[in-house]
């Protein structure tokens, strides 16, 4: 079988991780990558998910804003002000 090379850029210190991750698991990262390759294409997937942010994820963030922004201000919003914001922010 012949074999080729593949390059990929990485974050340094994500090369670093990896190569201390399969060495602590006894494989070298040419032994890795395969594994993941081989994975993909017997189940034809990706072995994680992929996935958009979802409206939850959106409307949960811009609630952590807002606590943040409440808590640092000492500004008090009504329940009309806040509602409306939401609306125009999320919707």
């Known amino acids: 079988m012949e ?3 593949l390059s990929v850029r990485v974050d340094a210190n994500d ?3 990896f190569e201390q991750f399969c060495n602590n ?3 070298n990262v040419s ?3 395969n594994m993941f390759i081989k994975a993909v294409l ?3 997937k990706l072995p994680f998910e992929v ?3 979802t409206f939850d994820d959106t409307a949960y963030e811009k609630l952590q804003e807002a606590e943040l922004e409440m808590s640092n201000t000492s500004k ?3 329940k009309e002000e ?3 914001s939401m609306n125009k922010n999320i919707g």
Request: net charge positive; charged share 35%.
């Open 3 to 5: 074999t080729l090379n």
């Open 15 to 17: 090369k670093k991780c």
């Open 25 to 27: 698991v006894g494989m």
């Open 31 to 33: 032994t890795a990558i």
């Open 42 to 44: 017997r189940e034809q």
């Open 51 to 53: 996935r958009a942010k």
């Open 76 to 78: 008090r919003y009504s």
């Open 82 to 84: 806040i509602l409306d």
